[in-house]
């Protein structure tokens, strides 16, 4: 059985650092791209940043651009968002999800989602 | 930035159509993936690639895509489809993910 277990979310002051870690168990996970989503309260889905199976290809949204980094360790199957210089405007729950395909540019569908991880930056 | 536009909603009767649209330039080019959203919970993928269905989804649950436009369509709704509904893609480039603002779809 797939599983996504994301945890690192929190209270924050703007301008602060968070780092969120999503274990992801059930599967090669070399195999596949992963995404970090977001969801603002009451707010619809927003895309945050993606990165390739063998973390050689890293993509941002230009709202985190600069400020946010998103990375993989393989080995300890496990996908991490650095989230730097924090704003009211990035909280939000933050969704991981895994792609069905190795790569991300406009090709596979994100399978499987995690519970997702509260981050709040109040203003 | 690239954008996807959505209706905010869209309201049918139990048994009847619902036709959910979401336009982009880029959709020639690039697959419309569809998900599906319920209060309080992670998103569930409904249609990928345009107009596949995965393993478990029912056969009512469609998806096509022409030109600059895709569309879901569920056939003959049912009040558990109430849900939010997301279409998402990429720009042209294939480097930047977007989803579409949402639809809201109540059947009632």
């Known amino acids: 059985e797939v599983q996504l277990l994301e945890s690192g979310g929190g209270l924050v002051q703007p301008g602060g650092s968070l780092r969120l870690s999503c274990v992801v168990s059930?599967?090669?996970?070399?195999?596949?791209?992963m995404s970090w989503v977001r969801q603002a309260p009451g707010k619809g889905l927003e895309w945050v940043s993606s990165i390739s199976g063998s973390g050689g290809g890293t993509y941002y949204a230009d709202s985190v651009k600069g400020r946010f980094t998103i990375s993989r360790d393989n080995s300890k199957n496990t996908l991490y968002l650095q989230m730097n210089s924090l704003r009211a405007e990035d909280t939000a729950v933050y969704y991981c999800a895994k792609s069905t395909h190795p790569t991300f540019g406009g090709v596979g569908a994100y399978d499987y989602w995690g519970q997702g991880a509260l981050v709040t930056a109040p203003s | 930035s690239y954008e996807l536009t959505q209706p905010p909603s869209v309201s049918v009767s139990p048994g009847q159509t619902a036709r959910i649209t979401c336009s982009g330039d880029?959709?020639?080019?690039?697959?419309a993936y569809w998900y599906q959203q319920k209060s309080g919970q992670a998103p569930v993928l409904v249609i990928y690639?345009?107009?596949k269905r995965p393993s478990g989804i029912p056969e009512r649950f469609s998806g096509s895509s022409s030109g600059t436009v895709a569309t879901l369509t569920i056939s003959g709704a049912q009040v558990e489809d109430e849900s939010d509904y997301y279409c998402y893609s990429t720009d042209s480039s294939g480097n930047e993910g977007v989803f579409g603002g949402g639809t809201k779809l109540t059947v009632l």
């Open positions: 880029a959709l020639p080019k690039k697959y």
């Open positions: 690639e345009d107009n």
């Open positions: 059930g599967l090669t996970f070399s195999n596949y791209a």
